[in-house]
């Protein structure tokens, strides 16, 4: 079915739905049933495309180690075609139960499964901890260059994590040092001025 109109013959087409065959001079070519659809009809749903999911990638988790296996794009995904795709998996070495253990917060009674979102790794102890146990005074760090201000926060009686992370974050404590001459030190800077 050709396109266009009397004096432009070649100028657009029509949209190949049967109900439609609306004259559209910008159409749109579906890349997955390659006909070509006016500018209502151009999604796979609003046209019911055969081939909808040709780009679409499936993947199958295995029970034992929770690794996913790509199903390959030619398969019908038949019970049995995933079985064989199951024991490939177990046979190739990949396939190992201890995998499936998730990694938990550092905190000794704390089961939170860590994830890329609430994961925070201590500047001090360089340990994972879930985002509730974060501050040094919550996961007691045990380590030689943590703040005065952190240590008294969690020696005080009160836990201070504000108190804690500002601390940590200076490196120092909040109280001027001052030299042997009594003045208090001049902060050192990045840039030198000549």
Do not use: W
Not at 28 to 44: A, I, L, N, T
């Amino acid at each position: 079915m050709g396109g266009g109109t009397e004096a432009f013959p070649d100028l657009g087409k029509h949209c190949q739905l049967a109900d439609c065959k609306q004259l559209d001079f910008l159409p749109f070519k579906c890349d997955g049933c390659h006909k070509v659809f006016c500018v209502e009809h151009r999604s796979y749903k609003s046209h019911d495309c055969s081939n909808s999911d040709h780009n679409s990638r499936k993947v199958l988790v295995c029970e034992t180690c929770s690794m996913s296996i790509e199903i390959p794009r030619n398969s019908r995904g038949g019970e049995d075609e995933i079985a064989l795709i199951l024991a490939k998996h177990q046979r190739s070495g990949d396939c190992d139960p201890k995998k499936k253990k998730k990694p938990t917060c550092g905190v000794r009674r704390c089961k939170e499964i860590l994830t890329f979102s609430n994961t925070s790794a201590c500047k001090s102890c360089q340990v994972k901890f879930c985002l509730k146990h974060r501050f040094q005074s919550d996961h007691a760090c045990r380590s030689e260059n943590m703040p005065a201000v952190a240590a008294a926060a969690r020696v005080g009686g009160g836990v201070r994590p504000f108190l804690v992370a500002l601390a940590s974050r200076n490196g120092q404590d909040c109280v001027k040092k001052t030299n042997a001459s009594g003045s208090a030190s001049k902060p050192s800077t990045s840039v030198k001025a000549y």
